[in-house]
């Protein structure tokens, strides 16, 4: 396979961060937001130096309130918000000046949340009309027991009450009305598209049709019958009405594309071993593998279209990779060759019977 074949090359970003270590990131356009385990937000912007090279420079730094760890951070460009995961709290900042929203109080009690994936798509509105209004952004909170419904607007958070939910599993209870949705405790992963929402326990993926007031059981979280090491889980969201699951069979991993309904479309992806990290850009699904080594996976035809090999061996601690991220927005990468990309050149152009040399 030659490089021109291949759709990713590895290039450095942001050589080292100097506060705390890194335990999470998402990048936008120019700029990208990194979350760390002593609670501090920061923000990089690109820039061109002296020299004529881009490189990502910080610019502008947050502190949680509780200095604990961010566990998770999510960009919502077509509001300008940024929803931040720490010490069980839901955090609302604006971005990209990352300032807190007034009167929006963090949400209390959380183990993880997801934002529906179909609202993170939305294209930014224009600048050409200032005053449209903006539509909520609607997200579920998972806590111990139950998930709650909310909605973001520019300056509002609205809470939904859940009406005739209905479940299939015994432990749960049909309702008329009440504020949450009951759920066994365990939820390890959780992610939205549209009304579907798809789950992971310690054990199993369930599918939730908040729409039709229904969950349906979908596979193992790891088939492996003597294991006895938790195998974690990995959701994707490919379409408005399809997700990619993971189970790890015992000697390999497998990924099954699953409707909102439940039912199994497309072929199967198969990785050699769990892997640590997997994301989606679309057409690829890239997953990160236990030995540092990328596998790039194409979704139509569920074939290996590229690999990275892993890290040499003496290779320095801060380049071992520990995960990846994509970006729905997309984020400018620096050119290493702005000096050489970007000269003078003549152009003849012809003006009348003789032709004109001009500088471009």
């Not at 798809?198 to 049709?209: K, S």
């Not at 039709?212 to 938790?230: E, G, K, Y």
């Not at 080594?293 to 279209?305: D, K, L, N, R």
Request: include cysteine.
């Amino acid at each position: 396979m030659s490089l021109a074949q291949q759709p990713y090359i590895l290039q450095p970003v942001l050589p080292a961060v100097d506060s705390g270590e890194i335990s999470c990131a998402q990048a936008l356009g120019s700029e990208i937001y990194v979350g760390c385990t002593n609670g501090s937000l920061l923000r990089y912007t690109i820039h061109v130096g002296p020299d004529q090279q881009e490189s990502y420079s910080l610019s502008s730094r947050q502190s949680l309130p509780n200095s604990k760890p961010i566990d998770e951070l999510v960009l919502i460009p077509y509001l300008a918000r940024v929803l931040i995961l720490s010490d069980r709290q839901i955090h609302f900042y604006s971005i990209p000046s990352l300032d807190p929203i007034p009167n929006v109080k963090p949400i209390r009690n959380v183990n993880m949340f997801t934002v529906d994936q179909q609202h993170l798509l939305r294209p930014l509105p224009s600048s050409h009309d200032p005053h449209i209004r903006l539509q909520p952004v609607d997200f579920c909170v998972i806590k111990r027991i139950s998930i709650s419904l909310f909605s973001l607007s520019e300056e509002r958070l609205q809470f939904h009450k859940a009406s005739g939910f209905l479940s299939t599993a015994p432990e749960f209870m049909k309702l008329a009305t009440q504020q949450d949705i009951p759920f066994q405790p365990g939820t390890r992963l959780a992610r939205q598209t549209g009304h579907y929402l798809c789950i992971a326990d310690a054990e199993n993926y369930n599918v939730v049709d908040m729409q039709n007031s229904q969950m349906i059981s979908l596979l193992p979280v790891s088939q492996a019958i003597d294991s006895v090491v938790p195998v974690k889980p990995f959701i994707l969201v490919v379409s408005e009405n399809e997700f990619l699951i993971l189970s790890w069979t015992g000697t390999s991993t497998i990924g099954i594309f699953i409707t909102g309904e439940g039912d199994p479309v497309r072929g199967t992806l198969t990785f050699p071993s769990h892997p640590l990290s997997i994301c989606l850009d679309h057409p690829n699904v890239t997953a990160l593998l236990a030995n540092g080594s990328i596998e790039v996976h194409e979704i139509e035809t569920q074939s290996i279209v590229q690999v990275i090999p892993p890290p040499p061996e003496n290779e320095p601690e801060q380049g071992r990779r520990v995960g990846i991220v994509s970006s729905v927005g997309g984020y400018v990468v620096p050119s290493q060759e702005y000096g050489n990309k970007l000269r003078k050149m003549k152009v003849r152009l012809r003006r009348g019977p003789d032709p004109v040399d001009f500088d471009a």
